[in-house]
């Protein structure tokens, strides 16, 4: 039996695997909530044979590592099982299915395309096809920067061929993304001198104004032609209306296509002066993820997986977004990348979030072609 029909006969156990995966909420900031779900990946994995560490992280949710075969040559599955929903999203918006569509907290980014992984392995096992072996590697603090995952992640990386990373698709037809953008995050503080704003207003320097002058800079950054954005985010500052501020802040937040590009306006954020006497601007912060650009080794996967993907009856167009996802540390050490082949649906970080449960079996069918390929 073909990997497709395998893996059509099984849609009804995909789509249980997919709702007890969503009935386990994992908000990356609650460790104990995802420990208890990594728990019962381990198990899950253990059942399926495979050679399963948990690797503990105080601060973060710990992770999970299963390998299967032993063949020379290693592919790993990148996945992240923490989502950006509060504990008890759950219970405001249960798992549901509807009009042939799956809903609730975390099912498109990405629990749904972690399981189309386990159950492409599943069909490859049936099959008697492992030419290679087969790393999962399931983070848990993707959603907020991976700071705890990324050399795990890198370390990984390195000892394989290549990695397929089954974040959820783009669009409705169900591109792969080919590149992403690189992402900082960064911190200015602005001060001034506080004053009475109707007794001593001259004596009192203005952050606020200061600041203000800082975000026409920021925004005048972003170029769109380069592929760069800067975004100033959250803004606090002032005490009430009958003080000067003399302190100021605000987060900025910066996408790049390129590597060059990213690296050049972070020398501009970094380096951002005062315009008015008497105030300081000081800036922290740093470069989370270097871009996930179109390699040579990425494009080669791509073909591949185009060609696996026509044979399975459907096309897999490839897109640029401006998001990021682990696999820009893996694409940026020179390991072949294929991001974003995971579900069909929409809504990531959205009250709508949503799997198409029809495409379910021929994405994991392309994961399982990926994964038995002639490299």
Same mark, same amino acid.
């Not at 923490?82 to 249960?94: I, K, N, S």
């Not at 848990?140 to 995952?149: L, Q, V």
């Not at 690189?182 to 009475?196: L, Y």
């Not at 972070?266 to 951002?272: D, P, R, T, V, Y």
């Given at each position: 039996?073909?990997?497709?029909?395998?893996?059509?006969?099984?849609?009804?156990?995909?789509?249980?695997?997919?709702? @007890?995966?969503?009935?386990?909420?994992?908000?990356?900031?609650?460790?104990?909530?995802?420990?208890?779900? @990594?728990?019962?990946?381990?198990?899950?994995?253990?059942?399926?044979?495979?050679?399963?560490?948990?690797?503990?992280?105080?601060?973060?949710?710990?992770?999970?590592?299963?390998?299967?075969?032993?063949?020379?040559?290693?592919?790993?599955?990148?996945?992240?099982?923490?989502?950006?929903?509060?504990?008890?999203?759950?219970?405001?918006?249960?798992?549901?299915?509807?009009?042939?569509?799956?809903?609730?907290?975390?099912?498109?980014?990405?629990?749904?395309?972690?399981?189309?992984?386990?159950?492409?392995?599943?069909?490859?096992?049936?099959?008697?096809?492992?030419?290679?072996?087969?790393?999962?590697?399931?983070?848990?603090?993707?959603?907020?920067?991976?700071?705890?995952?990324?050399?795990?992640?890198?370390?990984?990386?390195?000892?394989?061929?290549?990695?397929?990373?089954?974040?959820?698709?783009?669009?409705?037809?169900?591109?792969?993304?080919?590149?992403?953008?690189?992402?900082?995050?960064?911190?200015?503080?602005?001060?001034?001198?506080?004053?009475?704003?109707?007794?001593?207003?001259?004596?009192?320097?203005?952050?606020?104004?200061?600041?203000?002058?800082?975000?026409?800079?920021?925004?005048?950054?972003?170029?769109?032609?380069?592929?760069?954005?800067?975004?100033?985010?959250?803004?606090?500052?002032?005490?009430?209306?009958?003080?000067?501020?003399?302190?100021? @802040?605000?987060?900025?937040?910066?996408?790049?296509?390129?590597?060059?590009?990213?690296?050049?306006?972070?020398?501009?954020?970094?380096?951002?002066?005062?315009?008015?006497?008497?105030? @300081?601007?000081?800036?922290?912060?740093?470069?989370?993820?270097?871009?996930?650009?179109?390699?040579?080794?990425?494009?080669?996967?791509?073909?591949?997986?185009?060609?696996?993907?026509?044979?399975?009856?459907?096309?897999?167009?490839?897109?640029?977004?401006?998001?990021?996802?682990?696999?820009?540390?893996?694409?940026?050490?020179?390991?072949?990348?294929?991001?974003?082949?995971?579900?069909?649906?929409?809504?990531?970080?959205?009250?709508?979030?949503?799997?198409?449960?029809?495409?379910?079996?021929?994405?994991?069918?392309?994961?399982?072609?990926?994964?038995?390929?002639?490299?």
């Amino acid at each position: 039996m073909s990997f497709l029909g395998f893996l059509a006969e099984r849609q009804e156990a995909m789509t249980g695997m997919l709702r @007890t995966f969503v009935e386990y909420e994992t908000p990356s900031h609650d460790k104990a909530a995802i420990d208890r779900f @990594t728990a019962y990946l381990a198990g899950l994995f253990g059942q399926l044979g495979g050679e399963v560490m948990m690797f503990e992280r105080p601060s973060a949710g710990n992770i999970m590592h299963a390998s299967f075969g032993n063949g020379s040559e290693q592919a790993l599955v990148l996945c992240h099982v923490d989502t950006v929903w509060p504990f008890g999203e759950l219970a405001r918006r249960p798992f549901r299915i509807e009009d042939g569509k799956a809903f609730g907290p975390g099912v498109y980014d990405m629990k749904g395309g972690t399981v189309q992984a386990i159950f492409a392995l599943q069909a490859i096992m049936a099959a008697g096809k492992m030419p290679r072996k087969v790393v999962f590697l399931c983070t848990t603090d993707e959603e907020i920067g991976s700071s705890a995952s990324r050399e795990l992640i890198e370390e990984e990386a390195k000892k394989s061929a290549f990695v397929l990373v089954p974040e959820p698709t783009s669009g409705s037809q169900g591109a792969v993304k080919l590149t992403r953008n690189g992402w900082g995050m960064f911190d200015v503080i602005v001060t001034g001198r506080s004053a009475h704003a109707g007794i001593d207003h001259a004596k009192g320097i203005n952050a606020v104004e200061e600041m203000a002058h800082q975000i026409l800079k920021l925004q005048a950054m972003t170029d769109y032609g380069a592929g760069t954005t800067i975004s100033v985010g959250e803004i606090r500052g002032g005490m009430g209306y009958n003080v000067v501020p003399d302190k100021a @802040t605000l987060k900025v937040d910066l996408r790049a296509s390129t590597q060059s590009e990213l690296l050049s306006a972070q020398a501009k954020i970094l380096g951002l002066a005062p315009l008015l006497k008497g105030t @300081t601007v000081s800036v922290t912060g740093n470069l989370n993820r270097p871009p996930l650009e179109a390699t040579p080794g990425n494009c080669a996967l791509y073909q591949k997986a185009k060609k696996i993907a026509a044979e399975l009856g459907y096309h897999l167009p490839g897109v640029h977004v401006g998001s990021v996802s682990d696999g820009n540390f893996t694409s940026a050490l020179g390991v072949p990348t294929l991001d974003g082949i995971g579900v069909v649906g929409d809504g990531a970080h959205a009250l709508h979030e949503h799997v198409v449960l029809s495409a379910m079996a021929p994405r994991a069918a392309l994961i399982a072609g990926l994964l038995t390929s002639e490299s």
